[in-house]
Protein backbone atom coordinates (compact mmCIF):
# COMPACT_ATOMS: atom_id res chain seq x y z
CA UNK A 1 0.00 0.00 0.00
CA UNK A 2 1.31 3.10 -1.12
CA UNK A 3 1.22 6.19 1.45
CA UNK A 4 1.61 10.09 0.79
CA UNK A 5 0.04 13.35 1.37
CA UNK A 6 -3.92 13.49 0.61
CA UNK A 7 -5.12 14.34 -2.68
CA UNK A 8 -6.67 17.46 -2.65
CA UNK A 9 -9.33 18.66 -5.22
CA UNK A 10 -7.72 21.15 -7.22
CA UNK A 11 -9.56 24.41 -6.77
CA UNK A 12 -10.56 26.14 -10.25
CA UNK A 13 -8.48 29.72 -10.67
CA UNK A 14 -11.41 32.39 -9.98
CA UNK A 15 -11.46 33.57 -13.69
CA UNK A 16 -12.28 30.19 -14.71
CA UNK A 17 -15.26 29.81 -11.69
CA UNK A 18 -16.15 33.13 -13.13
CA UNK A 19 -16.08 32.49 -16.82
CA UNK A 20 -17.87 28.77 -16.23
CA UNK A 21 -20.76 30.59 -13.65
CA UNK A 22 -20.89 33.54 -16.64
CA UNK A 23 -21.74 30.45 -19.10
CA UNK A 24 -23.89 28.91 -16.88
CA UNK A 25 -26.48 31.51 -16.21
CA UNK A 26 -26.85 32.33 -19.97
CA UNK A 27 -26.96 28.72 -20.77
CA UNK A 28 -29.79 28.81 -18.30
CA UNK A 29 -30.95 31.76 -19.27
CA UNK A 30 -30.93 31.45 -23.05
CA UNK A 31 -32.76 27.79 -22.35
CA UNK A 32 -35.56 29.22 -20.77
CA UNK A 33 -36.60 32.04 -23.70
CA UNK A 34 -35.65 29.43 -26.30
CA UNK A 35 -38.37 26.74 -24.43
CA UNK A 36 -40.73 29.36 -24.18
CA UNK A 37 -39.80 31.34 -27.42
CA UNK A 38 -40.23 27.74 -29.12
CA UNK A 39 -43.39 26.62 -27.30
CA UNK A 40 -45.19 29.65 -27.98
CA UNK A 41 -44.63 29.71 -31.33
CA UNK A 42 -45.48 26.41 -31.97
CA UNK A 43 -48.88 26.90 -30.22
CA UNK A 44 -49.36 29.49 -31.94
CA UNK A 45 -49.03 28.44 -35.31
CA UNK A 46 -51.05 24.74 -34.36
CA UNK A 47 -53.41 27.34 -32.89
CA UNK A 48 -53.94 29.41 -36.30
CA UNK A 49 -53.70 26.45 -38.43
CA UNK A 50 -56.98 24.83 -36.89
CA UNK A 51 -58.65 28.05 -36.71
CA UNK A 52 -58.30 28.42 -40.70
CA UNK A 53 -59.46 24.80 -40.66
CA UNK A 54 -62.57 25.06 -38.65
CA UNK A 55 -63.50 28.11 -40.27
CA UNK A 56 -63.43 26.51 -43.34
CA UNK A 57 -65.40 23.33 -41.80
CA UNK A 58 -67.81 26.01 -40.16
CA UNK A 59 -68.40 27.99 -43.31
CA UNK A 60 -69.15 24.53 -45.19
CA UNK A 61 -71.59 23.57 -42.67
CA UNK A 62 -73.44 27.22 -43.42
CA UNK A 63 -73.42 26.67 -46.63
CA UNK A 64 -75.44 23.09 -47.35
CA UNK A 65 -77.61 24.08 -44.22
CA UNK A 66 -78.79 27.64 -46.53
CA UNK A 67 -78.73 25.69 -49.75
CA UNK A 68 -80.15 22.81 -51.09
CA UNK A 69 -76.80 21.12 -52.79
CA UNK A 70 -75.56 18.00 -54.65
CA UNK A 71 -72.28 16.61 -54.71
CA UNK A 72 -72.43 18.20 -58.30
CA UNK A 73 -71.78 21.61 -57.01
CA UNK A 74 -68.48 20.46 -55.27
CA UNK A 75 -67.14 18.91 -58.04
CA UNK A 76 -63.61 20.30 -58.98
CA UNK A 77 -64.75 19.55 -62.78
CA UNK A 78 -67.93 21.74 -62.52
CA UNK A 79 -67.54 25.34 -63.33
CA UNK A 80 -68.43 27.72 -60.45
CA UNK A 81 -68.50 25.43 -57.80
CA UNK A 82 -68.87 26.79 -54.35
CA UNK A 83 -66.32 25.30 -51.98
CA UNK A 84 -62.78 27.64 -52.08
CA UNK A 85 -60.01 25.78 -51.34
CA UNK A 86 -57.17 27.79 -49.00
CA UNK A 87 -53.42 26.02 -48.94
CA UNK A 88 -53.07 23.20 -48.00
CA UNK A 89 -56.36 21.63 -47.81
CA UNK A 90 -57.67 19.16 -49.81
CA UNK A 91 -61.34 18.36 -50.89
CA UNK A 92 -63.16 15.28 -51.82
CA UNK A 93 -67.01 14.25 -52.32
CA UNK A 94 -68.56 11.60 -51.56
CA UNK A 95 -71.71 9.85 -52.61
CA UNK A 96 -75.28 9.08 -50.99
CA UNK A 97 -73.91 5.70 -50.27
CA UNK A 98 -70.47 6.77 -49.32
CA UNK A 99 -68.46 6.31 -52.13
CA UNK A 100 -66.38 8.84 -53.61
CA UNK A 101 -67.65 10.75 -56.05
CA UNK A 102 -65.24 13.18 -56.60
CA UNK A 103 -61.58 12.11 -55.02
CA UNK A 104 -59.45 14.62 -53.53
CA UNK A 105 -55.82 15.00 -54.33
CA UNK A 106 -54.47 13.27 -53.00
CA UNK A 107 -57.63 10.54 -51.82
CA UNK A 108 -58.66 10.48 -48.47
CA UNK A 109 -59.76 7.53 -46.66
CA UNK A 110 -63.15 7.13 -46.17
CA UNK A 111 -64.45 5.01 -42.60
CA UNK A 112 -67.59 3.76 -41.71
CA UNK A 113 -68.95 7.37 -40.18
CA UNK A 114 -68.16 8.82 -43.29
CA UNK A 115 -70.54 6.84 -45.13
CA UNK A 116 -73.30 7.52 -42.12
CA UNK A 117 -72.67 11.48 -42.66
CA UNK A 118 -73.18 11.05 -46.11
CA UNK A 119 -76.41 9.21 -45.86
CA UNK A 120 -77.63 11.57 -43.00
CA UNK A 121 -80.69 13.28 -43.71
CA UNK A 122 -80.27 16.42 -41.93
CA UNK A 123 -77.76 18.83 -43.89
CA UNK A 124 -74.86 20.37 -41.71
CA UNK A 125 -73.76 16.75 -39.52
CA UNK A 126 -69.55 16.67 -39.16
CA UNK A 127 -67.72 14.11 -38.01
CA UNK A 128 -63.65 14.72 -37.43
CA UNK A 129 -60.63 12.58 -37.58
CA UNK A 130 -57.48 13.90 -36.23
CA UNK A 131 -54.10 12.55 -37.52
CA UNK A 132 -54.86 10.70 -40.34
CA UNK A 133 -51.89 9.44 -42.43
CA UNK A 134 -52.53 10.02 -46.24
CA UNK A 135 -49.52 8.74 -48.09
CA UNK A 136 -46.56 10.63 -46.41
CA UNK A 137 -48.52 13.61 -44.47
CA UNK A 138 -50.08 13.52 -41.83
CA UNK A 139 -54.03 15.12 -42.00
CA UNK A 140 -56.90 16.50 -40.12
CA UNK A 141 -60.64 15.44 -41.98
CA UNK A 142 -63.50 16.21 -41.59
CA UNK A 143 -66.70 15.01 -42.97
CA UNK A 144 -70.11 17.13 -43.45
CA UNK A 145 -73.47 15.70 -44.66
CA UNK A 146 -75.25 17.36 -47.37
CA UNK A 147 -78.73 16.49 -46.36
CA UNK A 148 -81.52 14.07 -47.98
CA UNK A 149 -79.21 11.37 -48.35
CA UNK A 150 -77.67 13.41 -51.24
CA UNK A 151 -73.84 12.94 -49.86
CA UNK A 152 -71.52 14.57 -47.94
CA UNK A 153 -68.41 16.56 -48.61
CA UNK A 154 -64.84 15.80 -47.07
CA UNK A 155 -62.38 18.51 -45.74
CA UNK A 156 -59.05 17.59 -44.88
CA UNK A 157 -56.14 20.17 -43.74
CA UNK A 158 -52.33 18.89 -43.75
CA UNK A 159 -49.99 19.34 -40.74
CA UNK A 160 -46.98 17.57 -42.37
CA UNK A 161 -45.56 21.04 -43.36
CA UNK A 162 -46.77 22.94 -40.70
CA UNK A 163 -44.50 20.09 -38.35
CA UNK A 164 -41.50 20.26 -40.51
CA UNK A 165 -41.96 23.97 -40.03
CA UNK A 166 -42.04 23.71 -36.61
CA UNK A 167 -39.19 21.14 -36.43
CA UNK A 168 -36.81 23.45 -38.64
CA UNK A 169 -37.84 26.52 -35.67
CA UNK A 170 -36.63 24.03 -33.01
CA UNK A 171 -33.04 22.78 -34.83
CA UNK A 172 -32.46 26.42 -35.55
CA UNK A 173 -33.12 27.29 -32.04
CA UNK A 174 -31.34 24.44 -30.76
CA UNK A 175 -28.48 25.92 -32.59
CA UNK A 176 -28.92 29.89 -32.06
CA UNK A 177 -28.84 28.66 -28.26
CA UNK A 178 -26.11 27.03 -28.92
CA UNK A 179 -24.02 29.37 -30.26
CA UNK A 180 -25.11 31.98 -27.99
CA UNK A 181 -24.07 29.52 -25.03
CA UNK A 182 -20.44 29.40 -26.77
CA UNK A 183 -20.16 32.54 -27.15
CA UNK A 184 -21.13 34.00 -23.68
CA UNK A 185 -18.37 30.98 -22.04
CA UNK A 186 -15.86 32.98 -24.42
CA UNK A 187 -17.03 36.63 -23.20
CA UNK A 188 -17.03 35.17 -19.52
CA UNK A 189 -13.49 33.70 -19.99
CA UNK A 190 -11.80 36.81 -21.98
CA UNK A 191 -14.34 38.87 -19.26
CA UNK A 192 -12.81 37.00 -16.15
CA UNK A 193 -9.39 37.01 -17.26
CA UNK A 194 -9.57 40.98 -17.80
CA UNK A 195 -10.96 41.62 -14.43
CA UNK A 196 -9.22 38.91 -12.18
CA UNK A 197 -5.92 40.21 -14.05
CA UNK A 198 -5.36 42.69 -11.40
CA UNK A 199 -6.20 40.49 -8.76
CA UNK A 200 -3.54 37.98 -10.19
CA UNK A 201 -0.97 40.63 -10.07
CA UNK A 202 -2.17 41.47 -5.94
CA UNK A 203 -1.73 38.14 -5.81
CA UNK A 204 1.49 37.71 -7.03
CA UNK A 205 2.40 40.48 -4.98
CA UNK A 206 1.36 38.95 -1.95
CA UNK A 207 3.45 35.62 -2.51
CA UNK A 208 6.47 37.82 -3.42
CA UNK A 209 6.84 39.08 -0.21
CA UNK A 210 5.38 35.69 1.91
CA UNK A 211 8.85 34.35 0.16
CA UNK A 212 10.95 36.99 0.26
CA UNK A 213 9.90 38.73 2.86
CA UNK A 214 10.76 42.23 0.92
CA UNK A 215 7.73 44.67 2.10
CA UNK A 216 9.66 47.68 -0.57
CA UNK A 217 7.91 45.24 -3.83
CA UNK A 218 5.79 48.16 -5.76
CA UNK A 219 2.23 46.74 -6.93
CA UNK A 220 1.37 48.09 -10.41
CA UNK A 221 -2.73 47.83 -10.14
CA UNK A 222 -4.39 50.75 -11.84
CA UNK A 223 -7.86 51.98 -11.79
CA UNK A 224 -10.31 53.33 -9.66
CA UNK A 225 -12.80 50.21 -9.37
CA UNK A 226 -12.82 48.07 -5.89
CA UNK A 227 -9.64 46.16 -7.37
CA UNK A 228 -7.81 49.77 -7.93
CA UNK A 229 -8.82 50.79 -4.54
CA UNK A 230 -7.73 47.03 -3.02
CA UNK A 231 -4.36 47.54 -4.72
CA UNK A 232 -3.86 51.02 -3.73
CA UNK A 233 -4.63 50.07 0.00
CA UNK A 234 -2.29 46.89 -0.75
CA UNK A 235 0.60 49.24 -2.21
CA UNK A 236 0.02 51.87 1.09
CA UNK A 237 -0.22 48.58 3.55
CA UNK A 238 3.27 47.57 2.58
CA UNK A 239 4.62 51.14 2.61
CA UNK A 240 3.43 51.09 6.14
CA UNK A 241 5.12 48.31 7.25
CA UNK A 242 8.38 48.82 5.09
CA UNK A 243 8.44 52.17 7.12
CA UNK A 244 7.28 49.94 9.90
CA UNK A 245 10.80 47.59 9.94
CA UNK A 246 12.67 50.57 9.21
CA UNK A 247 11.68 52.31 12.12
CA UNK A 248 12.36 49.52 14.17
CA UNK A 249 15.71 48.86 12.46
CA UNK A 250 16.85 52.16 13.27
CA UNK A 251 15.22 52.21 16.70
CA UNK A 252 17.52 49.24 17.40
CA UNK A 253 20.76 50.75 15.82
CA UNK A 254 20.64 53.82 17.99
CA UNK A 255 19.51 52.15 21.23
CA UNK A 256 22.66 49.87 20.52
CA UNK A 257 24.24 52.91 20.13
CA UNK A 258 23.15 54.98 22.77
CA UNK A 259 23.45 52.00 25.24
CA UNK A 260 26.91 51.08 24.41
CA UNK A 261 28.54 54.36 26.09
CA UNK A 262 26.69 54.05 29.90
CA UNK A 263 27.49 50.25 29.79
CA UNK A 264 31.23 50.56 28.71
CA UNK A 265 31.42 53.29 31.87
CA UNK A 266 29.35 50.94 33.75
CA UNK A 267 32.23 48.44 33.34
CA UNK A 268 34.89 50.69 33.86
CA UNK A 269 34.00 51.86 37.19
CA UNK A 270 32.79 48.50 38.05
CA UNK A 271 36.74 47.38 37.29
CA UNK A 272 37.45 49.82 39.79
CA UNK A 273 35.71 48.43 42.79
CA UNK A 274 37.54 45.33 42.64
CA UNK A 275 40.13 48.26 43.97
CA UNK A 276 37.84 49.79 46.27
CA UNK A 277 39.76 48.94 49.42
CA UNK A 278 42.83 51.03 48.01
CA UNK A 279 41.18 54.31 46.52
CA UNK A 280 40.88 57.25 49.16
CA UNK A 281 37.67 58.20 50.89
CA UNK A 282 37.63 60.57 48.34
CA UNK A 283 37.31 58.97 45.19
CA UNK A 284 35.28 56.17 46.56
CA UNK A 285 32.15 58.37 47.29
CA UNK A 286 32.71 59.44 43.79
CA UNK A 287 32.57 56.61 42.08
CA UNK A 288 29.44 55.47 44.24
CA UNK A 289 28.26 58.41 42.97
CA UNK A 290 29.16 57.86 39.33
CA UNK A 291 27.64 54.28 39.64
CA UNK A 292 24.44 55.47 40.89
CA UNK A 293 24.32 58.28 37.80
CA UNK A 294 24.79 56.24 35.02
CA UNK A 295 22.24 53.09 36.46
CA UNK A 296 19.99 55.95 36.51
CA UNK A 297 20.46 57.54 33.24
CA UNK A 298 20.83 53.60 31.85
CA UNK A 299 17.66 53.16 33.82
CA UNK A 300 15.95 56.56 31.96
CA UNK A 301 17.49 55.89 28.49
CA UNK A 302 15.54 52.36 28.90
CA UNK A 303 12.64 53.44 29.53
CA UNK A 304 12.27 55.95 27.15
CA UNK A 305 12.80 53.37 24.58
CA UNK A 306 10.52 51.28 26.11
CA UNK A 307 8.22 54.56 25.78
CA UNK A 308 9.12 55.06 22.06
CA UNK A 309 8.29 51.48 21.06
CA UNK A 310 4.55 50.93 23.00
CA UNK A 311 4.05 54.49 21.52
CA UNK A 312 4.99 52.86 17.75
CA UNK A 313 2.76 50.32 18.59
CA UNK A 314 -0.55 52.40 18.08
CA UNK A 315 -2.25 49.89 20.92
CA UNK A 316 -3.89 52.30 23.05
CA UNK A 317 -7.65 52.62 21.91
CA UNK A 318 -8.11 56.27 20.37
CA UNK A 319 -11.29 57.66 21.98
CA UNK A 320 -12.59 62.17 22.47
CA UNK A 321 -9.60 63.34 24.11
CA UNK A 322 -9.90 66.90 25.84
CA UNK A 323 -6.11 68.61 25.43
CA UNK A 324 -6.92 71.23 27.70
CA UNK A 325 -7.44 69.09 30.59
CA UNK A 326 -4.17 67.02 29.63
CA UNK A 327 -2.41 70.09 29.68
CA UNK A 328 -3.56 70.89 33.27
CA UNK A 329 -3.19 67.28 34.47
CA UNK A 330 0.94 67.94 33.23
CA UNK A 331 1.78 71.02 34.32
CA UNK A 332 -0.23 69.96 38.02
CA UNK A 333 2.05 66.80 38.13
CA UNK A 334 5.25 69.06 36.76
CA UNK A 335 4.70 71.47 39.80
CA UNK A 336 5.05 68.79 42.51
CA UNK A 337 7.98 67.72 40.88
CA UNK A 338 9.66 70.85 40.20
CA UNK A 339 8.42 73.51 42.22
CA UNK A 340 8.05 75.60 39.42
CA UNK A 341 5.09 78.43 37.78
CA UNK A 342 3.52 76.39 34.95
CA UNK A 343 0.44 78.38 33.47
CA UNK A 344 -2.16 76.59 31.13
CA UNK A 345 -3.92 78.77 28.68
CA UNK A 346 -6.92 77.26 25.80
CA UNK A 347 -9.25 78.99 23.92
CA UNK A 348 -11.63 77.49 21.73
CA UNK A 349 -12.46 73.51 20.84
CA UNK A 350 -9.69 72.37 22.32
CA UNK A 351 -10.85 68.13 22.15
CA UNK A 352 -10.10 65.64 19.52
CA UNK A 353 -9.51 62.14 18.40
CA UNK A 354 -6.58 60.65 19.96
CA UNK A 355 -5.13 58.39 22.34
CA UNK A 356 -4.56 59.72 26.04
CA UNK A 357 -1.26 57.88 27.02
CA UNK A 358 0.79 58.55 24.35
CA UNK A 359 -0.86 62.66 24.45
CA UNK A 360 -0.09 62.66 28.43
CA UNK A 361 3.55 61.69 27.50
CA UNK A 362 4.46 64.14 24.71
CA UNK A 363 2.76 67.14 26.74
CA UNK A 364 4.71 65.86 29.89
CA UNK A 365 7.82 64.91 27.34
CA UNK A 366 7.64 68.88 26.52
CA UNK A 367 6.85 70.18 30.07
CA UNK A 368 9.68 68.13 31.13
CA UNK A 369 12.52 69.56 28.44
CA UNK A 370 11.58 72.86 29.63
CA UNK A 371 12.26 72.50 33.34
CA UNK A 372 15.16 71.05 32.31
CA UNK A 373 16.56 73.78 29.86
CA UNK A 374 15.27 76.54 32.11
CA UNK A 375 16.39 75.16 35.14
CA UNK A 376 17.37 78.23 37.21
CA UNK A 377 14.60 80.66 35.23
CA UNK A 378 12.09 82.71 37.34
CA UNK A 379 9.64 83.40 34.71
CA UNK A 380 6.74 80.69 34.59
CA UNK A 381 6.35 78.25 31.68
CA UNK A 382 3.47 78.62 29.65
CA UNK A 383 1.42 75.28 27.67
CA UNK A 384 -0.70 77.18 25.11
CA UNK A 385 -3.54 74.81 24.21
CA UNK A 386 -5.55 76.41 21.38
CA UNK A 387 -7.69 75.31 18.14
CA UNK A 388 -5.94 76.22 15.03
CA UNK A 389 -7.93 78.09 11.76
CA UNK A 390 -7.83 74.71 10.16
CA UNK A 391 -11.12 72.62 11.48
CA UNK A 392 -10.40 69.47 13.89
CA UNK A 393 -7.34 70.71 14.60
CA UNK A 394 -5.52 71.77 18.26
CA UNK A 395 -2.30 72.93 18.55
CA UNK A 396 -0.40 72.62 21.87
CA UNK A 397 2.66 74.80 22.48
CA UNK A 398 5.24 74.89 25.69
CA UNK A 399 7.20 78.24 25.99
CA UNK A 400 10.16 78.71 28.26
CA UNK A 401 12.52 81.54 28.77
CA UNK A 402 15.55 79.54 28.78
CA UNK A 403 19.01 79.79 26.81
CA UNK A 404 17.38 79.16 23.48
CA UNK A 405 18.05 76.43 20.69
CA UNK A 406 20.39 77.76 18.31
CA UNK A 407 19.77 77.90 14.25
CA UNK A 408 22.05 74.42 13.48
CA UNK A 409 20.07 72.20 16.29
CA UNK A 410 16.79 73.38 15.79
CA UNK A 411 16.48 71.52 12.57
CA UNK A 412 17.57 68.33 14.56
CA UNK A 413 15.61 68.79 18.12
CA UNK A 414 13.22 66.09 17.18
CA UNK A 415 15.81 63.49 15.74
CA UNK A 416 16.31 60.45 18.00
CA UNK A 417 19.29 60.87 20.71
CA UNK A 418 19.89 63.92 18.95
CA UNK A 419 21.70 66.40 22.04
CA UNK A 420 22.83 69.64 21.73
CA UNK A 421 26.23 70.23 22.80
CA UNK A 422 25.19 72.61 25.38
CA UNK A 423 22.99 69.67 26.55
CA UNK A 424 25.17 67.00 26.80
CA UNK A 425 26.57 67.96 30.38
CA UNK A 426 22.66 67.56 31.32
CA UNK A 427 20.85 64.57 32.05
CA UNK A 428 18.58 62.85 29.68
CA UNK A 429 18.73 60.39 26.62
CA UNK A 430 17.48 62.37 23.42
CA UNK A 431 14.54 60.67 23.11
CA UNK A 432 12.37 63.09 24.83
CA UNK A 433 11.16 65.62 21.79
CA UNK A 434 11.78 62.17 19.55
CA UNK A 435 8.48 60.87 21.12
CA UNK A 436 6.75 63.96 20.61
CA UNK A 437 7.26 63.69 17.08
CA UNK A 438 5.84 60.10 16.70
CA UNK A 439 2.82 61.08 19.00
CA UNK A 440 2.33 63.95 16.64
CA UNK A 441 2.60 62.01 13.11
CA UNK A 442 0.39 59.15 14.67
CA UNK A 443 -2.29 62.14 15.33
CA UNK A 444 -2.08 63.18 11.88
CA UNK A 445 -0.34 66.45 13.18
CA UNK A 446 3.06 67.63 12.99
CA UNK A 447 5.68 68.92 15.45
CA UNK A 448 7.32 72.30 15.37
CA UNK A 449 9.91 74.31 17.23
CA UNK A 450 11.13 78.13 17.36
CA UNK A 451 12.74 80.17 18.81
CA UNK A 452 10.87 82.97 21.06
CA UNK A 453 11.43 86.18 21.08
CA UNK A 454 12.57 87.79 24.17
CA UNK A 455 14.69 84.41 25.05
CA UNK A 456 13.34 81.08 25.52
CA UNK A 457 12.12 78.34 22.94
CA UNK A 458 8.61 77.66 21.90
CA UNK A 459 7.96 73.79 21.47
CA UNK A 460 4.86 71.78 20.43
CA UNK A 461 2.82 69.62 18.04
CA UNK A 462 -0.52 70.08 16.42
CA UNK A 463 -3.10 67.01 16.64
CA UNK A 464 -5.89 66.34 13.96
CA UNK A 465 -4.29 67.78 10.72
CA UNK A 466 -2.83 66.07 7.83
CA UNK A 467 0.04 64.03 8.46
CA UNK A 468 3.57 65.29 7.11
CA UNK A 469 7.02 64.49 7.44
CA UNK A 470 9.69 66.49 9.18
CA UNK A 471 9.31 69.48 11.67
CA UNK A 472 8.74 73.32 10.95
CA UNK A 473 10.96 75.77 12.69
CA UNK A 474 9.94 79.44 13.04
CA UNK A 475 10.11 82.22 14.96
CA UNK A 476 7.64 83.00 17.58
CA UNK A 477 5.99 85.35 19.76
Known amino acids: ?20 AFAAVTATVTLL ?6 TAAARLVRVDQQSVFREVVQDLRNEVRDNRMTPLDFSS ?28 SPGLPVEDADRRIAGAATAGQAVEHADVDVGDDIY ?17 QEFSNTEDLLRTLQRRTLVLMTAVVVGAGLFGW ?31 VAGHDEVGRLGRAFD ?12 QRRLVQDAGHELRTPLTS ?47 SDTEPPRRVDLADVAQEVAAHARRRSGRRILVAASGDTTADGRPGMLTRAVSNLV ?3 VKFDRNGRAPIEIDVAATARPGTVRVEVRDRGPGITDEDLAHVFDRFYRAADARSLSGSGLGLSIVREVALAHGGVPHAARREGGGTVIGFTVGGVAEEGTRAHEAP
Open 1 to 20: MRCGRPLRPRLLSLGTTFAV
Open 33 to 38: IGFLSY
Open 77 to 104: TAPGHDLVRPARTDVQVLGPDGEVYDPG
Open 140 to 156: RVATVSLGGGRGAVQVA
Open 190 to 220: WLARRITRRLVVLTRAAEDVARTRRLGIQVP
Open 236 to 247: RMLGRLAQSEED
Open 266 to 312: LRTNITLLRRIDELPPGTREELVADLTQEARELTDLVNELVELAAGQ
Open 368 to 370: ENA
